[in-house]
């Protein structure tokens, strides 16, 4: 009887660690994971899964939240550049929106997909180069900056403020 149960137990851990079972993530578990006084957005997100997208986006468009938890589930989504965030990045990022909004969602987006669909972020980007919100214009003025060199410098002749463009520079 002793070795068989030691068996059925090896037989059981063998079977754990060949096919692990994985937690669905809850929205709680996302929330929590944005708080903290000096959270910076883990690299471990990326390594999550795409079943924490639906609780970002969720985060995201809850206007009884604070903004911080909002921002950081924009910051996020930088690890995940799929399809559906894309589609939901550009959606978010109309000109009505506020502008600490837009400039959140431009600078993920920008992260998220300069490297795969630069076409599509400099046009997105490109629509807010005469914003009247001068950080949206530095977010804008770097994210064309790597994809665009020539219309960078467009931008930054353009560019009426001295600091933006400094900055834009850095």
Sequence with gaps: MRSFS???A???WAFVLVFPIK???SYNQVKESLEGRHWSPPKSFATLG???IPHLLSIIQDDYLPNYYRFRALRVLEYYPTPEVSDFLESLLQPTAPPLLLRHGLKAYASAFSANQPQAVRDLAW???DHPD???RLIVARAIRTISPDEFD???QQEPKDWVRQAALQ
């Design 154 to 156: 467009l931008l930054i």
């Design 10 to 12: 090896l037989i059981i």
């Design 127 to 129: 629509q807010f180069h």
């Design 50 to 52: 795409e079943e924490e």
């Design 134 to 136: 001068p950080e949206l």
């Design 23 to 25: 937690a669905e993530v």
């Design 6 to 8: 030691k068996s059925l």
